[in-house]
């Protein structure tokens, strides 16, 4: 599975991309803008009925994500959902030469990101590596830097409609870096936040904000919002030990996940006031991973038989 994301259906499959490389309701708060209540739908690939995660959702209401959980026997296989979200509309995306496959963030112009690896071996050691999906070609992506983990790790997690993508290496160390990478010319810059040296980056918008998390000085994960100005706000869920921000829409709503104990709640979170938002199919193992300017939310959820599912959520 991607390292960043907290863990916590029989119709014939739809064809597939192969590319070659080149809440439960609860009230609202005031003043938030957030709806009452949302109507939650299970969105799962029946290709695999026991895990799928849905990632990210554009504004065509186009979802990505993935079925698999990464061990040896049960890949990783990404895929683009289309509405109305039957089995039908499931396509896979498939890279040439991969064993696995997870397509994380998508944009308006048909733009997909993700990360895949070559291998599925059997001690679950696997090297990642970043792409993008653009007009049916696949470009691989790794940050440039001598100082890898080994297996390496890269990833793209999100993109705008200005083709700028946002992901993270993990270094020697275990250490996480955020960056940005520009499609269009091929050029990285440094995601930062002062004083902090192992971050990991998650989503950015059309305005060029990002969102993300990183482990501070007492030891608790906690997010970042940091807008295209450099302006850094950081926010966390009163109680949580951990509180990771996975997307954000044009309208500054943050959605993550954030844990107590051995539960996770998925989140909204805007102008630095939290929403709680459960799948009521998974209250205490929910993660919302994407929002759309709609407030359309997606993510997964584990069920009473350790099921992992995913999830659209309409207000």
């Avoid at 599975?1 to 809440?23: D, E, N, Y």
């Avoid at 061990?71 to 498939?94: E, T």
């Avoid at 998508?106 to 090297?127: A, E, I, W, Y």
């Amino acid at each position: 599975m991607t390292k960043h994301r907290l863990v916590r259906a029989s119709v014939a499959i739809g064809t597939g991309i192969a590319i070659g490389l080149t809440a439960s309701a609860v009230p609202a708060m005031a003043g938030s803008n957030v709806p009452a209540g949302y109507r939650f739908r299970k969105l799962d690939d029946a290709a695999d009925g026991a895990f799928n995660e849905l990632l990210g959702i554009n504004n065509h209401n186009r979802i990505v994500g993935y079925y698999g959980s990464g061990v040896h026997g049960d890949p990783n296989q990404g895929y683009l959902i289309r509405p109305p979200y039957s089995q039908f509309d499931y396509r896979q995306v498939r890279l040439r030469g991969a064993a696995q496959t997870q397509v994380t963030g998508l944009n308006d112009n048909g733009v997909l990101v993700g990360l895949f690896s070559r291998t599925n071996k059997l001690d679950n050691v696997n090297g990642f590596t970043g792409f993008y999906l653009k007009n049916g070609v696949a470009r691989k992506v790794s940050f440039p830097t001598g100082n890898n983990a080994s297996p390496s790790f890269n990833e793209l997690v999100g993109i705008n409609n200005a083709g700028i993508a946002v992901g993270d290496f993990e270094d020697a160390s275990g250490n996480m870096h955020g960056y940005r990478y520009n499609i269009n010319n091929h050029r990285f810059a440094r995601i930062t936040v002062h004083g902090i040296g192992s971050l990991t980056a998650t989503a950015i918008n059309g305005v060029g904000s990002v969102v993300g998390y990183y482990t501070n000085g007492s030891g608790r994960i906690v997010s970042f919002l940091r807008r295209a100005n450099g302006t850094v706000v950081t926010f966390a869920k009163a109680g949580a030990q951990e509180t990771q921000a996975f997307g954000l829409n044009e309208r500054g709503a943050v959605v993550g996940a954030y844990t107590i104990g051995n539960s996770s709640f998925g989140f909204i979170w805007r102008a630095g006031r939290f929403r709680t938002v459960s799948d009521p199919g998974g209250v205490g193992g929910t993660v919302i991973n994407g929002i759309n300017n709609a407030g359309d939310l997606v993510g997964f959820y584990t069920d009473a038989h350790g099921n992992c599912n995913g999830f659209l959520a309409v207000p």
